[in-house]
């Protein structure tokens, strides 16, 4: 144990001894506020965190669980600036430190209270989602994202702006004044970024297609995958990604393969030339007995079709033509196949000939 001499000397020497115009024991007590502040702060932290998890896993309060988990980040920052301002009481600085120690402390609060309207932007995320989440287009749920961007974005340059203004006395408008003869070149260099705006506002109120839908787009075919500010994005049906700016989107012809309500097939079934009147009647039955029972792939106000419909150069042509629904393209291939293995079954059953590309030639005598 030390005697009490010993801590007479280390008092004196940290009440008496000076660093940069201070006594150790201001550099100390500096030095203990800002690690108090940060321990508390991780701290603090951890149990917004945690309890974030709590409520997002039991499902009581997930606006509560966001907003908790907005505090989480932000509650150290705020705790830093809270030990600067305490320090600045018993510190010892010119005036110019001063104001400039203060300058730090109020941008530390700012970016705290920013960091929190920035984290708090998923409270509104999540609302947004719950809304649209009831309608059945998901081209609203891709839009979410996009408004989380701009809120997040608008909430970095209010903070930049008002640091600036209020705590380091920049003149705002002087600087905007200022940069209004590069406005002009700046605008023409974002011609192309605002006509990709105004297409993404095209496709967000016309919504030619939504997530999920197979599109034809500018010689492309695939899967719209995502839609941004300036560009949207299709997997085509090869598995690479097509971006596509929205610019051109606006402006182009859009087909929308994901809307079809059936899919259309147009069969030609040709016969021999040799096959009689009779069997010809017999096979057009046959089709349509097939078809019928089939019926429920069919839709009520198209049902399917059957026509001797052509005296072709090698064969007697049977034209079909049937629309299937729901239009599900592999449910379309299956049904397709399954009629063509029962169609040629019942074929050569009945003794009816398919035709193929034949040539009699005559050979002219010497």
Known sequence: MPSPG?????IDFFAKEKFIGNELWRWAGLFALLLVSLVAGKIASFIFQRQAGKLKSSGQSPILAVFMQSLAGPITLLLLAAAGYLASAFFLMRKVAEQFWVNCCNTLAVLAAGWFAFKLVDVMEYVLLKWTSKTETLLDDQLVPMVRKALRVFVAIVVVLFIAQNIFDWDIASIIAGLGIG????????KDTLANLFGSVTIFSDRPFQMGDRI??????????DVGFRSTRIRTLMGHQIVIPNSIIANEAIENIGRRPYLKRVLEIGVTYDTPPGKLNRAIKIIQQMLDARSENFPADLPPRVFFSEFAASSLTITVYYWFAPPDWWAYMQFNNDLNLELLERFNAEGIDFAFPTQTVHLKQG
């Open 6 to 10: 010993t801590v007479s000397v280390v």
């Open 183 to 190: 406005g002009l070149a700046v605008a023409l260099a974002a």
């Open 216 to 225: 034809k787009l500018a010689g492309h075919d695939g899967i719209v995958e």
